[in-house]
């Protein structure tokens, strides 16, 4: 009996000792290990989610924290393959993971499964989960033991258009806060402005070697060559894309006319290069791959597209695409003054290296605005009455010491005005008495009477300068000074207004000198004196006649 006791002690022990690992087996199955994971320094504007990739026990090997017995975590997708050296895998939950699937995630470029957050842009798009995801909490999240990929999503539509998301996976065997690498595209649009009178001539054909004077607004005569420069920086995450999609639009108001053959593509300072098209009208497999770009243009647009621009051996984070082209400042629809003539781009461009069907995104449309300005002169008599038969030419100083004509007014007996203009227009109004001089800049100009009204004197050539402040909101400021750039202390007095761009003075003529004529004074003296001299010589030969006698 006691014997028979000793072995049910015996077994009901063993039978203990099973129990209780039966229990721990069940309970590592039921309550894994948890451990933090949280998110750092979030990007604003964006949300992130947590999928369960992998789920392992937590084991301690060489000093070091690893999972064994890795399987399937609750969100891998079943319905996903993964191909590795021509052999499929698809996850199902909860078994284990082959060795061969470990060993990929082990050597994804550039990054090893120890790392504590770890970037690809191959997770989603090879590999991929399925569902939501799980919201990470400000203050994070426990979760279990394994790898997880972390998802960035978008929460406004400001941020789409100014950051990229991120691609993480991490392996989760303590606590983990993720740093999200949310790149940025920017993209700006500048013009270039110039003053004829102070600064050399453009070079057209070079605009890339001219490094200063590319500003927000600009202002130019009627005529002008006016160069653009639109600048958009690839994204800093530009390297985690397998195909980086880049466009650049434009769009230029009517009074800006495209110059067709101006457009030239730079990437990281190297001239880009058009691809090749093929019968449909598209790049060729081989521009595309290669990096090139397709150029599409319209009467008022044009669009730089770059379907891969990953294949430039130039494109790399945070450099710069830039495009320089010339627009003609229009004189038939260009605006005087006012809001300007409003010229805007935009780049659109890829925004999610999880997707690598091309999700894209626009950045925010930038401005730059070009400015032109108006001179009327009124012709008028002392009396500030109209008055009629002068012709005018407006010349302005050049850089070289040269004068360039503006426009010439010429008037006729008929009141007819005809003008000839080089590089602006004129007109007048009514019977030539009002002449507007349109479409000029800054700079140093001469106004000329070259013809004077019958009667009337001629004025002296009036030296001025036009000096104006704008920015792409508007012209604060419209001046006229003196060619030094002093107050102006000419005989005209010319009222500028910066909302209309308009200057605008009265040019009075006076009479000319009366010369004597009939009924005037210095006649009535000659006569007077004349008539004095015959009496007296009348006088003197009489008396000397009588006494004579």
Same mark, same amino acid.
């Given at each position: 009996?006691?014997k &028979?006791s ?6 009901l022990l ?12 069940f ?7 948890k451990?933090?994971l949280?998110?750092s320094?979030?990007? +604003?504007?964006h ?10 026990? =937590? ?13 399937w975590?609750?969100? #891998? ?24 699937v470990? +060993? ?9 499964a ?12 090879? =590999? ?22 972390i998802k ?15 691609t ?6 303590? $606590? ?5 690498k ?5 993209h700006?649009?500048t013009?270039l402005?110039v003053? $004829? ?12 070697n001219?490094?200063?004077?590319w ?8 005529g002008d ?11 800093? +995450? ?19 006319? =495209?110059?067709?053959d101006?457009?030239?593509v ?5 001239l #880009?290069?058009?691809g ?10 081989e ?12 009467e ?5 597209? &770059?379907?891969?621009?990953?294949g430039? @051996? ?7 695409v ?7 400042l ?21 925004n ?10 626009d ?7 070009v400015?032109t300005?108006?001179?009327d002169?009124?012709?008028?008599d ?11 030419t ?21 009141g ?7 590089n ?5 109004e009514?019977d ?8 000029? +800049?800054d ?38 000074k003196? @060619?030094?750039?002093? $107050?102006? $202390?000419?005989? =005209? ?8 761009g ?5 040019v ?21 004196v004349g008539?004095?001299?015959?009496? @007296? ?5 009489v ?6 006698e």
């Amino acid at each position: 009996m006691k014997k &028979f006791s000793k072995i049910l002690s015996v077994a009901l022990l063993v039978a203990l000792v099973l129990s209780l690992g039966v229990a721990n087996a069940f309970a590592d199955e039921t309550t894994p290990v948890k451990k933090h994971l949280s998110v750092s320094n979030p990007v +604003d504007g964006h949300a992130y989610s947590y999928y369960q990739l992998f789920v392992g026990d =937590l084991a301690t090997k060489d000093g070091k924290q690893v999972l064994s017995n890795v399987k399937w975590g609750a969100d #891998a997708n079943p319905s996903a393959s993964l191909t590795i050296e021509g052999k499929s895998y698809s996850p199902v939950v909860g078994e284990a993971v082959p060795q061969e699937v470990l +060993d990929y995630f082990a050597t994804l470029p550039g990054k090893t499964a120890s790392d504590a957050a770890q970037d690809t842009a191959d997770i989603i798009s090879g =590999l991929v989960v399925t569902g939501e995801g799980t919201p990470i909490p400000a203050a994070g999240v426990d979760v279990a033991t394994g790898y997880y990929v972390i998802k960035d999503a978008y929460t406004d539509e400001d941020a789409a258009q100014t950051t990229t998301l991120s691609t993480n996976i991490v392996e989760i065997v303590g $606590d983990v806060a993720v740093a999200p690498k949310a790149g940025t595209t920017e993209h700006h649009k500048t013009v270039l402005d110039v003053n $004829d009178t102070t600064d050399a001539a453009l070079d057209l054909s070079n605009l890339k070697n001219i490094a200063d004077g590319w500003d927000k607004s600009a202002d130019y005569d009627f005529g002008d060559h006016v160069p653009f420069k639109l600048t958009t920086t690839i994204a800093s +995450d530009f390297a985690k894309y397998t195909s980086y999609y880049l466009a650049i639009n434009d769009t230029l108001h009517n009074g800006l006319k =495209l110059d067709q053959d101006s457009i030239k593509v730079y990437v990281d300072g190297v001239l #880009a290069e058009e691809g090749e098209y093929g019968n449909d009208g598209k790049l060729t497999e081989e521009s595309i791959a290669a990096g090139k770009y397709s150029l599409t243009k319209g009467e008022q647009s044009f669009k730089v597209e &770059f379907p891969k621009l990953n294949g430039n @051996a130039k494109a790399a984070p945070s450099k710069d695409v830039v495009v320089y082209y010339t627009a003609t400042l229009d004189s038939a629809t260009a605006v005087i003054g006012g809001t300007g003539n409003i010229n805007e781009s935009w780049a659109t461009f890829s925004n999610n290296p999880n997707d690598d069907q091309g999700g894209t995104a626009d950045t925010p449309h930038d401005t730059a605005v070009v400015f032109t300005f108006e001179t009327d002169v009124n012709k008028v008599d002392k009396d500030t009455q109209p008055l009629k038969g002068a012709e005018f030419t407006l010349t302005k100083k050049l850089k070289n010491g040269s004068e360039e004509t503006i426009a010439v007014i010429k008037y006729d007996k008929d009141g007819k005005v005809t003008t000839k203009s080089a590089n602006g227009t004129a007109t007048s109004e009514g019977d030539a008495t009002k002449f507007s001089f349109k479409g000029l +800049d800054d700079g140093v100009y001469t106004l000329t009477e070259t013809v004077t009204p019958y009667g009337y004197n001629t004025i002296d050539p009036v030296v001025f300068s036009i000096v104006a402040t704008h920015s792409a909101s508007g012209v604060s400021e419209l001046l006229v000074k003196n @060619a030094d750039g002093s $107050d102006f $202390d000419g005989k =005209l007095t010319f009222t500028a207004t910066p909302s209309t761009g308009i200057i605008a003075t009265n040019v009075v003529n006076n009479s000319g000198t009366v010369l004597p004529s009939t009924g005037g004074i210095g006649t009535t003296i000659f006569y007077v004196v004349g008539g004095v001299l015959v009496l @007296a010589a009348i006088i003197l030969l009489v008396t000397k006649k009588r006494m004579s006698e």
